[in-house]
């Protein structure tokens, strides 16, 4: 059974930076792993992902150049490093982790193509 408990949002002014981490269990990070959020009122948005296998990374274009992911394999953990944060990333943020199908790198971009999904963690940015 797979768990992703995420912990590390909290409260920032903009500028400052943020580490969120996901503690994954039964999962063996053979497909790809990401990050998502969710502002109030607006859909399930793609944040970054990263398939350690094929060394593949991915990343939404408004955040991309300001978050990096990830893993610490001995704690299995995923992490999302934020900076340069700004109001517009606050949200909550959920850690994803997509089961045994293979499909096109562009269908990681959507939250359909993962299966397993963890409680979330808010991030608000003050300005």
């Known amino acids: 059974q797979v768990q992703l408990v995420e912990s590390g949002g909290g409260l920032v002014q903009a500028g400052e930076s943020l580490r969120l981490s996901c503690a994954a269990s039964?999962?063996?990070?053979?497909?790809?792993m990401g990050w998502f959020r969710q502002a109030p009122g607006k859909e399930r948005e793609f944040v970054a992902a990263r398939r350690w296998s094929a060394g593949m990374s991915l990343y939404s274009d408004s955040m991309e150049g300001r978050v990096f992911i990830s893993r610490d394999s001995a704690k299995n953990t995923v992490y999302l490093q934020m900076d340069s944060l700004r109001p517009e990333d606050t949200a909550v943020y959920y850690c994803?982790?997509?089961?045994?199908?293979?499909?096109?790198?562009?269908?990681?971009?959507?939250?359909?193509?993962?299966?397993?999904w963890g409680q979330g963690t808010q991030v608000t940015v003050s300005s």
């Open positions: 994803a982790a997509a089961g045994d199908g293979v499909y096109g790198a562009s269908y990681y971009y959507t939250a359909r193509a993962y299966d397993y």
């Open positions: 039964g999962y063996t990070f053979s497909n790809f």
